[in-house]
Nanobody
Framework: QVQLVESGGGLVQAGGSLRLSCAASGRTFSSYAMGWFRQAPGKEREFVAAIRWVDINTYYADSVRGRFTISRDNAKNTVYLQMNSLKPEDTAVYYC?????????????????WGQGTQVTVSS
């Protein structure tokens, strides 16, 4: 059974940085795509970034491209989301997701496994 555990959320001022971690277990993830999504109060869950484990190919939402970086540590089975130049509109619960997928999906319904989420709050 795939398990995903997020950590690293918190409260930060606008312009600051945070690094989220997603510790993955239960599989060998070489054939998986890993994604980060977020959900703000009253809004739908939206795609943030994704990475294909095998070749580290990445894709970003326009709203975060150039500010956020997704990466993975193969030895630690962990995916990271480095978030810089944070804005109040980045405030949300951030979720890690995984799916055995040769592409880099950006739709929530394309991911089979989800973590419990971690809160990120950016104050102005």
């Amino acid at each position: 059974q795939v398990q995903l555990v997020e950590s690293g959320g918190g409260l930060v001022q606008a312009g600051g940085s945070l690094r989220l971690s997603c510790a993955a277990s239960g599989r060998t993830f070489s054939s998986y795509a890993m994604g980060w999504f977020r959900q703000a109060p009253g809004k739908e869950r939206e795609f943030v970034a994704a990475i294909r484990w095998v070749d580290i190919n990445t894709y970003y939402a326009d709203s975060v491209r150039g500010r956020f970086t997704i990466s993975r540590d193969n030895a630690k089975n962990t995916v990271y989301l480095q978030m810089n130049s944070l804005k109040p509109e980045d405030t949300a619960v951030y979720y890690c997701a995984a799916d055995q997928n040769p592409s880099i999906p950006i739709e929530t319904q394309s991911y089979s496994y989800w973590g419990q989420g971690t809160q990120v709050t950016v104050s102005s």
